[in-house]
């Protein structure tokens, strides 16, 4: 990318269809909008579900550090797509899926839109998202809770996630 260009991270999940080669795909479809420079390991952890829900597969999770001169809007409306290509529909709140991808840290931005919240709300809250993302971000300040992704993660400690494959899982995506 010739672009000035904006420190991006993002989640990945995947927990139906063959769950390596959806989060390897979102990778690869990232570019050329988006710069992959740096993956974390592979996580395994139990899908969240609603009370109510029957609990779904399990989830593959990892974080990726991007590069891209997109706007947020415009990272949200690339990410969209990919899901979309990948196999992802519209459906129920947790409800399993090929693939998400969430905009969790887009550089020490904190915005509030109606279709966008950065940092993710979540976040926090999330130890299959910051045990991967503590892995690439340690030394990243949360904008609003000011916090360095390491704390939060050892905050929200590692119950219930498991590391299944280090960085080599996502190698060879160009």
Same mark, same amino acid.
């Given at each position: 990318?010739? &672009? $000035?260009? =904006?420190?991006?991270?993002?989640?990945?999940?995947?927990?139906?269809?063959?769950?390596?080669?959806?989060?390897?795909?979102? *990778?690869?479809?990232?570019?050329?909008?988006?710069? $992959?420079? %740096? /993956?974390?390991?592979?996580?395994?952890?139990? &899908?969240? /579900?609603? =009370?109510?829900?029957?609990?779904?597969?399990?989830?593959?999770?990892a974080?990726?550090?991007?590069?891209?001169?997109?706007?947020?809007?415009? @990272?949200?409306?690339?990410?969209?797509?990919?899901?979309?290509?990948?196999? !992802?529909?519209?459906?129920?709140?947790?409800?399993p899926?090929?693939?998400?991808?969430?905009?969790? *840290?887009?550089g020490?931005?904190?915005?509030?839109?109606?279709? @966008?919240?950065?940092?993710?709300?979540?976040?926090?809250?999330?130890?299959?998202? *910051? %045990?991967?993302l %503590?892995?690439?971000?340690?030394?990243?300040?949360?904008?609003?809770? !000011?916090?360095?992704?390491?704390?939060?993660?050892?905050?929200?400690?590692?119950?219930? $996630?498991? !590391?299944? %494959?280090?960085?080599?899982?996502?190698?060879? @995506?160009?």
């Amino acid at each position: 990318m010739t &672009a $000035v260009s =904006e420190r991006v991270f993002l989640g990945l999940g995947s927990n139906i269809g063959d769950r390596r080669a959806n989060m390897r795909a979102a *990778l690869r479809w990232l570019a050329p909008e988006c710069d $992959v420079v %740096a /993956v974390s390991s592979l996580y395994r952890s139990e &899908a969240v /579900v609603l =009370e109510g829900q029957l609990p779904g597969p399990e989830y593959l999770n990892a974080a990726c550090e991007v590069r891209t001169a997109l706007s947020p809007d415009e @990272l949200l409306d690339h990410v969209k797509r990919i899901e979309h290509d990948i196999g !992802r529909r519209p459906g129920e709140r947790w409800a399993p899926r090929p693939i998400d991808i969430d905009v969790l *840290l887009y550089g020490s931005r904190a915005i509030g839109t109606e279709r @966008l919240t950065i940092p993710h709300p979540l976040l926090g809250e999330r130890a299959f998202v *910051l %045990a991967p993302l %503590a892995e690439i971000a340690r030394d990243v300040v949360h904008p609003a809770a !000011r916090r360095t992704i390491e704390e939060m993660a050892r905050a929200a400690g590692h119950a219930g $996630v498991e !590391r299944v %494959a280090g960085p080599d899982w996502a190698s060879g @995506l160009g």
